[in-house]
């Protein structure tokens, strides 16, 4: 079928054609044309009336949150809260975090004021994708409100890092928290959840804002492909610190580019599973402790200062006029190469300090008049000179210099003393396990005055302690007494304007603070409180918990700087086995006025006593073995402890061996006046040697050997002062009673019919040699090693800690191995009170090829190559040692106890057990030595090889 055709025939087309030439009539008239008109043009004259009266109006009324919004960045976060926030899947390789917080402070919250500050914690847990919890951590975060200027009523605050529309809500300033996952335990993923745990202030409305962000790797072939212009730079860039892309080193960038930061997606609906809140961000600060009117230090005989930089660089000093006397500022540089250098004084107030290439810590003090002074960078290799910048900006003055600040933290403490009613109560977890009634104070002497110390007679702080039951009853309070208190001139407390800058010192008071002392208690079963009450001094508390699981880890860059010998004071802490406590009666405390800021410096420090100031003392860190470690190594008449060792004996059935291990080459010297009958001296064939044959009583001397069975059959000739005994080889491993009465003699050995060599075999004598200085052997008894030994031992009720000395025999070829010592399983009994140190009950050590370190990477001893014989006749193997330990400290319980050591990789070693001290006396007298060696205490002077012990038995 054919569509008809939709074009018009020729009369259509004329028609249509002669409709369009007439003119169009749309019913308008000439009036009505003109009323249209004037319509049209009143409402153009009325609008532009309206606009020119909008603007003269916005120029008159300025909005200050326009002006913010307008610059403000709008951000959003997830809300997290009191049991409540996002959850997120992380891969098995995804371990870096960092967490971008704030805090939405109530309605009702007091008005802003610069000193303030809040405290929450970020709970983290981590689950697998079954639900089973394989970690959790509470992170503790203190923040403030960023705010300058003055608050207008109903338009805001003009200069503020980060606000909401809701002016009847307030924000804190952003907390950035970097978080080291552990590595998953099967390769497979988890869930991450993040959680707020309100401290302060305590109220339901507390809300927490975060955002998540994971760190990757970028692939090789990316980072060829990324362009290094200033914008792709800014926009990669890891904004931890202030710098801008451009200032930064092409170290810093290299390292920045090598490493992406993804922002995590929380799981599930939002509304359904997690909420999100909109914040805006402007990027103001007032950063932390910096005082913005002012660029001098200030130094006095009670607050030094101390600044950690990075080399090299030249700094400037300039002293300011009229303030002290520049002859009395005393300069000192630490460094990590093991200096400690005091820089030559002067007199003049404008001085250069040239800083070597590394990490250097200068110390500045003055013992006369307090001195101010600026110190700013003039020139430096790198861009970076301070050493850790984190949280704060880049201070230059008006030519754009550098200037350089202390690093300070601030360590929230308790004040206990006469002038604060409320005492510090600390609640203890409803548990028979004895770790979770461990508790450590650190306490801290405070003067009465400011910039004032007692350097005439130094007190003592004292205290009470009250152990308190669930029902508010004491169970007992004791009275603790500690020692003289020592000055520490670096931490102390600042109280007054801090912020109002350079024209506030007068107005502020600095009180030195003593360096800590430590009160550790074991509290008694029931006890739900432990309860500090004053003596008579003004004092410092800041309390721990006991968890001996976790070891202590400083965060990076620090813990990639030091040394045996060189250790930071007050780094950050990454994870620590002693963690801080809250008092339950926080808010008590706070409405007391008694919970204060402790300012502390981060700074460079020799371990022990700092000999160029007699100041100092061992470095208190997490080490609950340090102090017996080192009374056990400066203990002795001679600077070495001689004994006496006891042999502890493994239980059960397992293999057994005997050898004869050489000792060092001042053993023949050090040990001819205290021989036993364990010890033995080679002689070497036709050698004359003077011998004091009578050394260990009037048993006959006896002479062994280990010859090559072609001698079997062969006659012996021993020459004593001239006469010859003989006596015929009839084995290969043999010993000989000498017919010789004791005394001084001279003795040589050779062979009757042919010449002895030193390569047919050794002999050895258990006589010490007077005049020549042969090797001195020792016969050890070794077990050997396959899963697990048990060593039974008694502590005895001296109130002292005992070391267990654990000595690994392995195999030159093997790489190494891992092993695990524990006490009673990691739960010996503890008494309950005030114990000097609290003793790690597990420890695991790491064998790598250079000798043994423990769980948080501390080297422990070298490996060392061992020069043995094995009486057994096992031939072929070359053995390498090392020391371990573990210590039943002074707060274990006297009486049976067992060490287990565990080989936890798998293979062979061989291993034997001391300590020191008297053993059980029906057991047969055992001798021991065991040599001190040059690295068995981190920073201890290198000592002298040790006194071989004496009897393992004393006779009463």
């Not at 800021?597 to 860190?621: I, K, Y």
């Not at 800690?801 to 093997?814: C, F, G, Q, S």
């Not at 080989?903 to 065991?930: C, I, K, M, N, Y």
Request: charged fraction near 30%; aromatic fraction near 8%.
């Amino acid at each position: 079928m054919t569509a008809p055709s939709r074009r018009p025939s020729p009369e259509e087309a004329e028609r249509i054609a002669a409709r369009l030439r007439q003119p169009s009539d749309h019913g308008a008239t000439p009036t009505r044309t003109l009323a249209a008109s004037l319509i049209l043009i009143v409402c153009m004259i009325g609008l532009t009336g309206l606009t020119w009266a909008r603007s003269r109006l916005a120029e008159r009324v300025a909005s200050p949150l326009a002006e913010k919004i307008a610059g403000a960045d709008r951000v959003s976060y997830y809300v997290i809260d009191e049991g409540e926030g996002p959850r997120f899947r992380l891969g098995p390789d995804e371990l870096s975090l960092k967490l971008i917080t704030h805090l939405v402070l109530p309605e009702d919250t007091p008005p802003y004021s610069p000193e303030a500050e809040q405290a929450y914690g970020i709970l983290m847990r981590l689950h697998s994708l079954e639900g089973e919890l394989l970690w959790e951590r509470d992170f503790n975060v203190r923040t403030r409100q960023s705010k300058a200027d003055e608050l207008d009523r109903g338009r805001g605050w003009r200069l503020e890092n980060a606000f909401m529309l809701d002016l009847s809500r307030e924000l804190t300033d952003d907390r950035l928290t970097r978080v080291l996952l552990p590595t998953s335990p099967d390769g497979r993923d988890r869930f991450l959840s993040i959680e707020l745990v309100p401290r302060d202030p305590l109220d339901e409305d507390v809300l927490g804002l975060v955002r998540a962000y994971v760190r990757h790797e970028r692939p090789p072939d990316d980072l060829d492909k990324i362009a290094l212009a200033p914008g792709a730079g800014r926009a990669l860039v890891d904004h931890v610190t202030y710098r801008d892309w451009e200032s930064l080193s092409e170290a810093e960038r290299e390292a920045k580019l090598r490493y992406e930061w993804t922002r995590m997606a929380a799981l599930g609906y939002v509304g359904q599973d997690y909420e999100i809140l909109s914040i805006y961000e402007t990027g103001f600060r007032v950063p932390r402790g910096t005082k913005t009117k002012s660029e001098r230090q200030r130094v006095e005989p009670t607050r030094w200062l101390a600044f950690n930089v990075i080399g090299p660089a030249t700094l400037e000093l300039d002293i300011v006029d009229g303030i002290g006397d520049p002859r009395s500022l005393k300069v000192r540089r630490y460094s990590l190469d093991e200096v400690v250098e005091e820089l030559p004084r002067g007199g003049l107030r404008e001085r250069t300090l040239e800083v070597p290439p590394g990490i250097h810590c200068y110390v500045f003090e003055t013992e006369d008049l307090p001195l101010e002074f600026d110190l700013r960078t003039e020139a430096a290799l790198e861009t970076r000179v301070w050493f850790s910048e984190a949280e704060r900006p880049v201070r230059v003055n008006e030519r754009d210099e550098e200037m350089l600040e202390p690093d300070l933290r601030r360590i929230p403490v308790v004040r206990l003393g006469p002038n604060w009613r409320e005492l510090p109560r600390y609640a203890l977890p409803d548990t028979e396990d004895v770790i979770g009634r461990t508790l450590r104070f650190d306490l801290r002497y405070v003067p009465p005055f400011a910039a004032y110390w007692p350097l005439d007679e130094p007190p003592k702080i004292s205290l009470d302690y009250c152990f308190v039951d669930a029902e508010g009853e004491e169970i007992r309070c004791e009275r603790w007494t500690g020692a003289e208190v020592q000055e520490s001139h670096f931490e102390g407390l600042q109280e007054g304007d801090e912020a109002s800058g350079r024209a506030s010192w007068a107005r502020e008071r600095w009180y030195e603070v003593s360096e800590p002392q430590s009160l550790r208690m074991v509290a008694p079963e029931g006890t739900a409180e432990v309860v500090l009450r004053p003596g008579d001094e003004r004092v410092l508390v800041r309390a721990y918990g006991y968890w001996p699981e976790v070891p202590t880890r400083v965060m990076e860059p620090w813990r990639s700087h030091t040394t045996e010998t060189i250790i930071w004071r007050y780094p950050p802490l990454e994870t620590r086995t002693w963690f801080p406590l809250r008092a339950s009666n926080w808010e008590e405390l706070q409405d007391d006025e008694a919970i204060a800021d402790l300012m502390a410096q981060v700074r460079l420090q020799p371990r022990g006593v700092d000999e160029s100031t007699g100041r100092g003392g061992p470095w208190s860190g997490d080490d609950p073995d340090w102090s017996s470690r080192w009374q056990e190594l400066i203990a002795g008449e001679d600077g070495w402890d001689p004994g006496p060792w006891v042999t502890l004996e493994p239980r059960g059935r397992h293999r057994r061996r005997s050898i004869l291990e050489e000792l060092d080459e001042q053993a023949p010297e050090r040990l001819r006046e205290r021989w036993t009958g364990s010890l033995f001296t080679e002689l070497y064939p036709r050698r004359s040697y003077v011998t004091n044959l009578g050394a260990v009583g009037p048993s006959a001397p006896e002479l062994h050997w280990q010859l090559d069975p072609s001698l079997l059959g062969e006659r012996l000739v021993v020459d004593i002062d001239g006469t010859r005994h003989v006596h015929e080889i009839a084995e290969s491993r043999g010993r000989w009673r000498l017919p010789v009465e004791g005394g001084q003699h001279k003795i040589s050995v050779d062979l009757e019919d042919t010449r002895l060599t030193s390569k047919d075999g050794d002999l050895w004598i258990d006589r010490p040699v007077l005049v020549a200085s042969p090797p001195v052997s020792r016969r050890r008894s070794v077990h050997e090693l396959t899963t697990s030994l048990v060593f039974p031992l008694v502590k005895p009720d001296d109130g002292e800690a005992m070391i267990v000395n654990v000595v690994v025999y392995l195999p030159k070829r093997r790489p190494g191995a891992q092993l695990e010592l524990s006490v009673d399983g990691g739960e010996p009994e503890r008494i309950a009170g005030v114990v000097e140190r609290v003793s790690v009950s597990e420890r695991a050590y790491t064998i790598e090829g250079e000798g043994a370190v423990d769980s948080q990477g501390r080297p422990v001893d070298i490996r060392e190559f061992v020069r043995f014989v094995d009486l057994e006749g096992e031939h072929g193997v070359s053995l390498e040692s090392v020391n371990l330990r573990i210590t039943l400290g002074p707060e274990v319980t006297p009486g049976p106890h067992e060490v287990q050591v565990d080989l936890v990789d798998g293979g062979r070693v061989w291993v034997r057990a001391f300590h020191r001290g008297v053993g059980r006396r029906e057991r047969p007298a055992t001798s021991w030595t065991q040599a001190a060696r040059a690295n068995e205490l981190p920073g201890a002077p290198a000592p002298a090889p040790a006194p071989e012990g004496e009897s393992g038995e004393v006779q009463p």
